[in-house]
């Protein structure tokens, strides 16, 4: 098992690797790479699937260790995660823009726990949307541009147009966090939030979006999950960190050919991120119905009696880095 010494140290390195990447990404546009391009676009959106997916892989490993799951309730939270991806894949035919928006509000949710160590929920999820919003100030129409072909509606645009209005406020209640972070002598996560957010406004947004995802979210992510699997599970975490990765990319190459799209840049940019909301709203939700419906106190705990339940949430992403 890693020490959180070592896991502390390799969450600076991330965020130093993070700052590293973006500067240099900006300093190739500056010299005439096109970070707008097809090219750019889909390398941007298959990182996100081999790079960042990954972290969500242990979420029933985790579950397993802390609240010592048997069959039983592998089983039932394993139906809960597949009953709700296929929900939010509905969600995507049956209304498409209401997905992207549910999507977007979402991230804003998850990506504030990042910064749940600022020391308030409002705070955070100022950081989040901060981060997330950010792109409309300097790249709207390629924001609307993967919008438009995410969702295969015109329309969708107008979320676009939202998130231009929502982003001075988000930046205004980062900065009061980043504050907050820099007064209390935590430098390196105000260093973090100022890399982040950076990065989101200057490069175009799916660049700009995988490079976070990839090489900050999803490591310190990942690090946490390790933290919280017994001696076992951490020896052969990568026999199922390895199955799950590519169940992930099969189901985003079945929705590939699946979303009828003009071009294939608009059916990657679907696939990719269809891909990524379907399984990031499970990520999300499984262990906060886990916790307060099947927790020690929960209402339907009874339902599941092949072990004890202990009653805390999901791991956070620790304080450091």
Excluded at 300 to 315: C, E, M, N, R, Y
Aim: hydrophobic share 55%; glycine share 8%.
């Amino acid at each position: 098992m890693p020490s959180m010494s070592s896991l502390g140290s390799r969450a600076s390195g991330s965020t130093s690797l993070l700052v590293t990447f973006v500067a240099g990404l900006l300093l190739a546009s500056f010299a005439g790479l096109d970070l707008v391009s097809q090219g750019a676009t889909i390398t941007a959106c298959l990182a996100l699937l081999i790079f960042g997916v990954p972290h969500g892989s242990l979420d029933i490993e985790v579950l397993r260790n802390q609240h010592r799951y048997g069959a039983r309730r592998i089983a039932a939270v394993l139906t809960l995660y597949v009953g709700i991806a296929a929900l939010m894949y509905l969600l995507w035919h049956v209304a498409p823009i209401a997905a992207l928006a549910a999507f977007l509000v979402a991230a804003v949710v998850h990506f504030s726990e990042d910064w749940d160590d600022v020391g308030s929920a409002f705070l955070a999820q100022g950081m989040s949307a901060a981060l997330l919003t950010a792109p409309a100030f300097l790249h709207l129409n390629d924001m609307q541009s993967l919008f438009i072909a995410l969702s295969g509606r015109q329309d969708a645009a107008v979320l676009g147009d939202i998130m231009l209005l929502l982003a001075p406020v988000g930046l205004a209640i980062a900065a009061i966090a980043l504050l907050s972070y820099w007064q209390s002598g935590r430098s390196e996560r105000a260093g973090a939030g100022i890399a982040v957010i950076a990065g989101m406004a200057l490069l175009p947004p799916a660049v700009g979006f995988a490079a976070f995802f990839c090489l900050y979210h999803s490591p310190r992510h990942f690090r946490d999950a390790l933290t919280h699997l017994s001696a076992d599970q951490f020896r052969r975490r990568w026999q199922v960190i390895v199955p799950l990765t590519l169940a992930a990319l099969s189901l985003a190459g079945w929705l590939f050919v699946q979303e009828a799209r003009s071009g294939v840049l608009a059916q990657v940019v679907a696939a990719s991120f269809m891909t990524l909301s379907v399984l990031t709203v499970p990520h999300m939700a499984v262990p906060f119905i886990v916790t307060y419906l099947f927790g020690e106190r929960g209402p339907l705990t009874s339902i599941l009696k092949d072990g004890p339940v202990a009653d805390q949430g999901f791991p956070r992403v620790s304080a450091q880095g």
